[in-house]
Structures are given as C-alpha cells and as structure tokens.
Nanobody
Framework: QVQLVESGGGLVQAGGSLRLSCVAS????????VGWYRQAPGALDRELIG????????NYADSVKGRFTISRDNTQNTVWLQMNSLVPEDTAVYYC???????????WGQGTQVTVSS
C-alpha cells in the first residue's frame, strides 16, 4: 500500500507564498505520475491544478499557470508544489495523488489546508 503525506499548508496573506510537499512511501516512485488537486470550501469536486508525468513533463490548470510550480525528486520520493502570488481564491484543501503508469493504481494523500487571507 502506497502512502502519501502532504505537508506545508497554513495561513498566508494574499500575495504570499507557500511550498507544499508530498512524500511517498514507495520504492519505485519514478513509475508514478503525480498530480496536485485542491478542493475549495463548499466545492463538490477536487480540481486538478497540475501534474507531473516524469522529468520536465508538467502541466498546469489555467487558474494557477505562471504562479504555481511543480517539481519532484525521485531520489527523495518527494514532489513539491511551490505556490506564489497567492490569492484568496486559492484557499482550499490541497491533495497529492500518485498514479502508476502501468497498473493505473491511484493513491491519495490526506490533504493539507491552505488559507489565503485578503
């Protein structure tokens, strides 16, 4: 069973920055694509805001493009989400999810709260 643990959330003022971490307990982390999702207060669904499918292959939702950056280090089984120029609309619980390239098994972290005050 793969476990993902997010950390780094918190309260920040608009315009500020946060960096979230997602650490996976798996031996073949390089075989997983990793996505960052968020669920805003009252929202029914989680929004995919960015995903890394290995190396420099990263895509972002329009809502965060140019402000958020995903990076990963497979030697540390870690993916980061650097969030800059935060706005109150970024307030949400942020989740990472890892999907195996071949088996398509997907695992989720427990989420970390990000609150942006105006």
């Amino acid at each position: 069973q793969v476990q993902l643990v997010e950390s780094g959330g918190g309260l920040v003022q608009a315009g500020g920055s946060l960096r979230l971490s997602c650490v996976a307990s798996v031996s073949d982390f390089n075989m997983y694509a990793v996505g960052w999702y968020r669920q805003a207060p009252g929202a029914l669904d989680r929004e995919l805001i960015g995903a890394n499918s290995g190396g420099q292959n990263t895509n972002y939702a329009d809502s965060v493009k140019g402000r958020f950056t995903i990076s990963r280090d497979n030697t540390q089984n870690t993916v980061w989400l650097q969030m800059n120029s935060l706005v109150p609309e970024d307030t949400a619980v942020y989740y990472c999810a890892a999907t195996h390239y071949y088996t398509r098994e997907q695992y989720w972290g427990q989420g970390t709260q990000v609150t942006v005050s105006s």
